[in-house]
């Protein structure tokens, strides 16, 4: 059984729409990560937390809004979306980012079909 | 920057032979640590496998060991006695062990589809 959990696993969602996926590691981590993985591409980074505080931001449009209110939840609020945005979001975490951080633990995704 | 070339959008390999999926990388940092995942339908990635630059030896894992050729910049995941549940995406990734940004970023593959045949 994964030791993160996302929430919505599937969501289709209009371009007018406001709505947040959530991820929840059970794994006392204390780094949270945000991927995009869109069809024939390398994951892309999204987001990074490291003990609750934003350590990366690779360049995503606004239109994407991360949060992290401790150091077991994520979440990843979105409005205004484009249909290019329809991608699987991927949630992981692992041990102490700031020192190289151990293997990242993944989440099962959240599939997501902007129309 | 580090970049991860797979070079194999699918394989075929018949259930209990042996696979090798390839995975080649472009990196200027001396510490680094490569990685495969495993991707079922499902959409989890599934850690199987870790290398360090500094490691001596191959890793292995069970069914799955890692060729670690450093000069050629080759790091080829080997799957041993292939499973029907083996069928998944596969992919390479790499993290610079000496990155300071605490950033601790992963950089992957485009992935390889493994299928294995009855």
């Known amino acids: 059984e994964t030791g993160v959990t996302q929430t919505p696993r599937h969501l289709v969602m209009g371009m007018t729409n406001k709505k947040s996926l959530k991820c929840e590691q059970h794994?006392?981590?204390?780094?949270m990560y945000w991927y995009k993985q869109s069809a024939k591409k390398p994951l892309e980074l999204m987001f990074v937390?490291?003990?609750?505080?934003?350590?990366e931001n690779n360049s995503v449009p606004s239109r994407f809004s991360p949060e992290c209110p401790n150091s077991s939840h994520l979440f990843l609020h979105l409005h205004t979306l484009q249909p290019e945005d329809s991608a699987l979001y991927l949630c992981a975490s692992s041990q102490d980012a700031a020192r190289g951080g151990g293997n990242q633990y993944f989440g099962p995704g959240t599939r997501l079909l902007v129309l | 920057a580090q970049k991860i070339t797979q070079t194999q959008p699918g394989m075929f390999v018949q259930e209990k032979e042996a696979v090798t999926l390839d995975c080649t990388y472009d990196t200027s940092d001396q510490s680094y640590g490569l990685f495969w995942y495993k991707q079922p339908s499902s959409g989890e990635m599934i850690f199987l496998i870790y290398q360090g630059s500094y490691d001596e030896q191959n890793a292995t894992e069970g069914r799955y060991s890692l060729n670690f050729q450093k000069a050629r910049k080759s790091a080829n995941l080997v799957i041993s006695a292939s499973q029907l549940g083996d069928s998944a995406m596969y992919f390479c990734a790499m993290r610079d062990l000496a990155d300071q940004t605490g950033a601790n970023n992963l950089f992957f593959g485009t992935g390889t589809r493994l299928t294995v045949i009855p």
């Open positions: 937390y490291s003990l609750e505080e934003r350590v």
């Open positions: 794994l006392g981590h204390n780094a």
